[in-house]
């Protein structure tokens, strides 16, 4: 089954596991699961360790907050298909 999107996706709820290391996030509904692994070093903003997760610019991206008070944005069309 395919899934489509006819306006951008809007995270409507982030959470951690740290036993597994992935981000989830709620999106129409649906949970998408994303490997925190799977960023590229080089995409984050910051060294720093990663100390939360926030919704930012109305549920177009996933925020990962850095103790340094950097911030790295992910995009939420990351988690689709």
């Known amino acids: 089954m395919n ?11 982030v959470s951690f596991d740290p036993r597994s290391n992935e981000i989830h996030a709620l999106i129409a509904g649906i949970e ?3 490997p925190l692994s799977a960023i590229p070093e080089d995409d984050f903003e ?3 360790p990663i100390i939360g997760f926030a919704i930012g610019c109305d ?10 008070g950097f911030e790295t944005w992910l995009p939420a069309d990351m988690w689709l298909p």
């Open 3 to 13: 899934v489509v999107f006819e306006s951008s996706p809007v995270v409507e709820q």
């Open 32 to 34: 998408h699961v994303f």
């Open 46 to 48: 910051s060294a720093s």
């Open 59 to 68: 549920g177009a991206v996933v925020v990962c907050k850095h103790r340094d």
